[in-house]
């Protein structure tokens, strides 16, 4: 099967009839990993991948907020620009090693069972992204390890940084065509585009953004790899600059981006763990390609005027950083008419769901902190006003920044957290440890209110961002970066957590009951679902299709069903 | 938990819903057009943002003895613009189930894209722009290259769409990827049209 064809016949990597776990079939061998081609088992690959490196960003996130803490001596790193590298590698791991393939993978593996495809759109082509960006974010940290990336001191290993990065940019973005694809083209009959069930609409948005978005990045490399290789950036020092390739989407709005997907699992988890799915459907499918457009779309446009520096001093990007506040609010206003009608079940998804609703909210509103130096300047400019401000609010180079950073990470984490533990049961056949995913999702939203708070606080003390070798720290900021530092250790925790919970679940652990139901398609395919997700499937008459008349289960199914499940109320 | 499903008690008499054939292979090109748009754009743009600051300095550009020529540009303009005529000309004979015309048209495209890039690559021998000149010179390269690299895909992606119709895919009533290639083929067509203005008509 080439690349470009989408056809579900393919039995490689998967197990018809098993239960789908890692260990539990004698048919999953290596070879039908490698070429697999159904998007569960890509899906599956996908996850763990990411959240392994998700893991290994937040330990060197935190071996880098540990050194931010004492400037006097960089004790790690030999200087700035080791630093710089210490704090890239970890940002990079962050964003392209785990946050953006985490919500990959739920979307290859949960897109075709919500809007009824039988297959992902180029599945072959999702599994060569895959390998593809495996080899590539590799290479990233084997360019690191030898002198390369932003600050880096090997001219030859700088340009493989940005030769591995790209790589790993391209793999993540053609896995997003074939995500995109398959919303806007491989929908069941009846499924209009304003019935997709929200978490898929999210995905969609995502990928989108990410289509719009990720070239920038990969432009930005190539100039990167030729600027170097052509000796225009000929020692580390003059290389430290390049942690602004990442920029576009590590900083608000843009970092919104990443809270387009967590949102929307969000939503899906409130609506099917309340039991209420949310009412006003469409306003927020509406709400959160809002989110993406303004948040993403203005950020875009401004970028190329920010010199590579961070600047509020725009009023396009002002204007996006106020705008972003209103559909997140929104958005969780319409789902909190699910949680105060609905009942409350206090399950993973659901809290760590709402607790990731609310960590975009506060990130998304200190960052208009940001915008108030600026606005008190265009007032006194062109009102004749005389405002002035007791404290610097020049937040550009602070670790303002980080602070912001770090609460859409957290949000982010939570996000996938919510996703995974939501639809587990359809990934591995297997619930995870709820317990554990509670603690798990404590953690996260401690992680990262704690390292947000710091690093708001340290930036208004005037911490700076990237900081030299014994840079005097401003009155206080050491304590906050003693903070933030505790923030990103509880995240850490969060990752480890995580992976433990999913390598229960992967080799066995757990319950094999379907512990809740929903009403969008994915919940009517046993777990995991078969080769082909469906044998056929009625037109689709509304935005909850399980609740419409075709889809109805009859007393007897249900009867036999729910005798082995938690609670039959909770079917839908 | 059992097999049984919600699907698998629907009542005999629900309406099934028809198994079409998605448009994916053309939704594909679409986005991958996007997105291809969007990194060249972004590559412009970073090459005007910095030759705006060079003219900010007062300093000139091109930089004093490069030779930026028109007239090969432009010939690769009318070069790309013929096969993106010759491309029309290949979707319409295929709505027709005109094979003979098919192969005919998309062979000249092809012919007509390997024009173009031996075109570029003489361009790039007289230009007399050393790499290491300026930082800004690295920026044309880059440009011009990525658009050459993007030629190049969009080739593969004829000439592999061409071979299946050789073996007997695609007709009048499946013309999904021919319409693909096409929409490829004009979206490299347009980004050089970008190009050709931003780098060689105002420099």
Not at chain 1, 59 to 87: K, N, P, R, Y
Not at chain 1, 318 to 334: C, D, F, K, M, Y
Not at chain 1, 488 to 499: C, D, I, M, R
């Amino acid at each position: 099967m080439a690349l470009t064809e989408t056809r579900h016949d393919s039995t490689a990597g998967h197990a018809e009839g098993s239960p789908g776990g890692l260990s539990d079939s004698p048919l999953v061998t290596l070879d039908a990993y490698f070429g697999a081609g159904d998007h569960k088992v890509v899906g599956r690959l996908w996850l763990l991948g990411s959240v392994l490196f998700l893991l290994a960003g937040a330990v060197i996130s935190l071996v880098a907020a540990a050194e931010h803490t004492d400037l006097g001596a960089f004790t790690i790193s030999d200087d700035a620009a080791g630093f710089a590298q210490l704090w890239s590698l970890g940002r990079d791991l962050l964003i392209f090693g785990g946050l953006i393939p985490m919500f990959v993978a739920l979307a290859i593996y949960v897109v075709p069972l919500q809007v009824g495809s039988f297959s992902l759109a180029f599945p072959r082509g999702a599994a060569a992204a895959f390998w593809t960006w495996l080899v590539g974010i590799i290479l990233v940290i084997v360019s690191y390890a030898a002198g390369g990336g932003p600050g880096g001191w090997s001219t030859d290993h700088v340009v493989m940084w940005a030769a591995a990065l790209g790589f790993v940019v391209l793999a993540l973005l053609w896995a997003m065509v074939c995500i995109a694809s398959t919303v806007l083209g491989a929908r069941t009959a009846g499924m209009d585009l304003d019935r997709v069930p929200v978490a898929s609409w999210g995905f969609l948005v995502f990928s989108l953004g990410g289509l719009f978005s990720l070239p920038l990045v990969v432009a930005q490399l190539v100039l990167a790899y030729l600027d170097v290789k052509h000796g225009f950036l000929p020692d580390e020092t003059s290389r430290i600059p390049l942690v602004g390739v990442t920029d576009s989407v590590s900083l608000a709005p843009g970092l919104y981006w990443l809270g387009v997907p967590a949102l929307a699992i969000a939503v899906e988890a409130i609506g099917v763990h309340t039991g209420r799915p949310v009412r006003f459907h469409r306003p927020v499918l509406a709400l959160l390609g809002l989110l993406g457009v303004v948040a993403y779309g203005a950020d875009m446009f401004t970028f190329a005027s920010r010199g590579r520096q961070i600047a509020f001093d725009n009023g396009l990007l002002v204007a996006a950083l106020i705008a972003s506040v209103l559909p997140v609010l929104a958005t969780l206003g319409l789902a909190g008419d699910s949680l105060r009608t609905g009942a409350l079940r206090l399950r993973t998804p659901l809290v760590a769901g709402l607790l990731s609703g609310l960590l975009l909210l506060s990130g998304a509103a200190a960052a208009l902190l940001g915008v108030i130096w600026p606005i008190v300047g265009f007032l006194n400019k062109n009102f004749d006003t005389d405002l002035s401000l007791d404290v610097s609010l020049d937040l550009a180079a602070t670790t303002f920044h980080e602070g912001i950073f770090g609460l859409i990470v957290g949000a982010a984490v939570l996000g996938g957290i919510a996703g995974i533990h939501h639809w587990a049961h359809k990934i591995w056949g297997r619930s995870l440890d709820d317990r554990l995913g509670l603690t798990t999702s404590l953690a996260a939203a401690g992680g990262g209110l704690v390292w947000g708070v710091g690093g708001i606080i340290a930036g208004f003390l005037g911490q700076v961002r990237l900081p030299n070798v014994g840079e005097t720290i401003p009155d206080g900021a050491e304590a906050m970066n003693g903070v933030s530092t505790a923030g990103v250790a509880l995240l850490t925790l969060a990752a480890l957590l995580l992976l433990a919970n999913i390598g229960k679940a992967a080799t066995g652990s757990g319950s094999a009951n379907e512990p809740w139901q929903g009403l969008s398609l994915e919940w009517a395919t046993p777990s995991p679902p078969p080769l082909s997700n469906f044998a056929a499937l009625p037109v689709v008459r509304s935005a909850t299709p399980l609740a419409d008349p075709e889809f109805l289960i009859p007393a007897s199914a249900v009867a036999t069903d729910a005798a082995t499940t938690a609670s039959p109320t909770e079917h839908a | 938990m059992t097999d049984i499903t919600p699907f698998d008690a629907i009542p005999d008499q629900a309406p099934l819903a028809p198994r079409s054939k998605p448009r994916l292979l053309l939704i594909g090109t679409s986005l991958v057009s996007l997105a291809v748009t969007m990194g060249f754009a972004g590559l412009v743009g970073f090459y005007l943002s910095s030759r705006a600051d060079v003219l900010r300095t007062g300093e000139p550009w091109p930089p004093k003895g490069v030779e930026v020529p028109l007239t090969q540009p432009n010939m690769m303009m009318f070069t790309l613009v013929f096969s993106a005529a010759t491309m029309a000309w290949a979707l319409q004979a295929m709505r027709n189930d005109d094979r003979p015309n098919f192969h005919i048209a998309a062979g000249l495209s092809l012919f007509l894209g390997f024009a173009f890039l031996a075109q570029t690559a003489y361009l790039l021998t007289i230009m007399e722009l050393e790499v290491a000149a300026s930082p800004r010179a690295p920026l044309i390269y880059a440009v011009i290259g990525t658009h050459m690299v993007l030629q190049v895909a969009a080739m593969a992606y004829l000439a592999g769409m061409a071979l299946r119709a050789f073996g007997g895919e695609y007709s009048a009533k499946d013309l999904e990827g021919v319409y693909g290639v096409a929409m490829f083929w004009y979206t490299t067509v347009g980004l050089y049209l970008v190009l050709w203005y931003a780098i060689y008509i105002t420099k």
